[in-house]
């Protein structure tokens, strides 16, 4: 349908900072003032209508991990969740985000296949082997805003200062997943009594905070723009606020099951509450809910990471990391309404708008996005047959959600 007429829906939109009871006419996925003839009249009573969302990071899964997910499946569990532009880390297997002629090929592909635009994360490292730096400048030509080494290590800090300032000197942002090897080791989940009991390899917090302080210092040094993905740790975001107080040209985000799911979930050797930064302390979980109130964490990401059966079925510790995020994205966001953490307009500015300017694309979100009217109150069992991506792993199966998306309005280009 080309023309719709939305009676009587609360529209949240964070451009024009409006929250209201309206009624909205959309011409092709577009908001217009007016129409005089429409194909499609929808009763909006009691339903939220809100711009596409912006996620900052998404494993697809391919090229290379199609028994995982492909972006025909995972493009179309995004659109059904109601988002269209997807940031993607450079670690497909094999790795071709460090070279900036196959990435233009593989966003065409997204749009093909899953009918979403994807934005690729370049490759800071020549194959993310963390030695010598990947032609940075091939990358921007080939569409890269972004660099990141993703989680694969540096040989040295030597070699992280000098991608630091490559990425500077062409006005690239670096993407950091903050975690110290050297402290992380082996470890798979976050040190605590519940991991301790049951004798799996833990990741103390310092990890993730030590990391995230040595970055910001180089940062500093390097006049880089950097975004740190993924947050898991409630002093990591006061080390963000400190650099964002002395004007360091930082952002952060964090995936939304760190604002709601906690260590505690492993209990019973659960390995599909496997991931990567792991689960962390209550404590956490509040302190990163107030950074993201208060904007010290600018924008809510899925993490979704769509993994086989068989990725989950081996011992705890050698299960593959990763939740499905997709499907659950939205209900999760509803609740942190309802749990009064953030208004609905802040929640729905976290996932949009925010989002795109940290990636620099709200023009391009603002001429692609659409609207997607949603339920606030609809109740639903999230269960394998309920799930559209091709992972069905994650810790909530068998929950009832509150919130889905009705119908999804998305231009035709």
């Known amino acids: 349908m080309t023309t719709v007429k939305i009676e009587n829906v609360r529209i949240l939109d964070p451009v024009t900072q409006t929250d209201a009871i309206e009624t909205v006419y959309l011409n092709n996925?577009?908001?217009?003032?007016?129409?005089?003839?429409?194909?499609?009249?929808?009763?909006?009573?009691?339903?939220?209508?809100?711009?596409?969302?912006?996620?900052?990071?998404?494993?697809?899964?391919?090229?290379?991990?199609?028994?995982?997910?492909?972006?025909?499946?995972?493009g179309k569990a995004a659109r059904s969740a109601g988002i269209l532009h997807i940031l993607t880390p450079p670690d497909s297997k094999p790795i071709v985000q460090d070279n900036g002629a196959l990435i233009h090929g593989l966003v065409e592909k997204a749009w093909n296949d899953g009918k979403i635009h994807l934005a690729i994360i370049g490759a800071q490292t020549q194959g993310l082997q963390g030695k010598q730096p990947a032609n940075m400048a091939g990358l921007k030509k080939g569409g890269c805003r972004f660099v990141s080494n993703a989680n694969a290590p540096f040989a040295d800090d030597d070699v992280v200062l000098r991608t630091l300032e490559y990425a500077a000197g062409l006005d690239l942002t670096v993407v950091f997943y903050a975690e110290e090897p050297q402290i992380a080791k082996d470890g798979c989940v976050h040190e605590s009594f519940v991991a301790s009991r049951q004798g799996l390899p833990m990741i103390s917090p310092l990890a993730e905070m030590v990391a995230v302080a040595k970055y910001l210092l180089?940062?500093?040094?390097?006049?880089?723009?950097?975004?740190?993905?993924?947050?898991?740790?409630?002093?990591?975001?006061?080390l963000i606020q400190a650099a964002k107080e002395k004007g360091l040209p930082v952002t952060a985000d964090v995936a939304m099951h760190q604002l709601h799911l906690t260590d505690e979930l492993i209990d019973g050797f659960n390995a599909l509450a496997h991931v990567r930064p792991p689960l962390r302390a209550l404590n956490d979980r509040e302190k990163l809910r107030e950074a993201v109130k208060t904007g010290v964490i600018d924008a809510i990401c899925t993490h979704h990471e769509p993994l086989s059966g068989s990725a989950k079925l081996a011992p705890f510790a050698e299960t593959e990391a990763g939740i499905s995020a997709f499907d659950s994205y939205l209900p999760l966001g509803i609740q942190l309404v309802k749990e009064n953490v953030l208004t609905p307009l802040e929640w729905v500015e976290k996932v949009t708008l925010a989002p795109?300017?940290?990636?620099?694309?709200?023009e391009q979100w603002q001429a692609t996005a659409g609207w997607v009217l949603l339920d606030p109150e609809q109740s639903w069992e999230l269960t394998e047959d309920s799930i559209l991506s091709q992972g069905k792993n994650t810790p909530l199966l068998g929950h009832t959600m509150t919130g889905r998306v009705v119908e999804t309005f998305y231009p035709q280009v």
């Open 29 to 74: 996925g577009k908001r217009v003032s007016h129409l005089k003839e429409v194909a499609h009249v929808v009763d909006g009573q009691g339903k939220w209508l809100m711009p596409s969302m912006v996620d900052l990071c998404a494993r697809l899964r391919e090229p290379g991990q199609q028994q995982h997910g492909t972006l025909a499946s995972e």
């Open 218 to 238: 180089m940062i500093e040094a390097t006049g880089v723009k950097a975004h740190f993905s993924l947050l898991s740790c409630g002093a990591s975001a006061d």
């Open 356 to 362: 795109a300017m940290v990636s620099n694309m709200v």
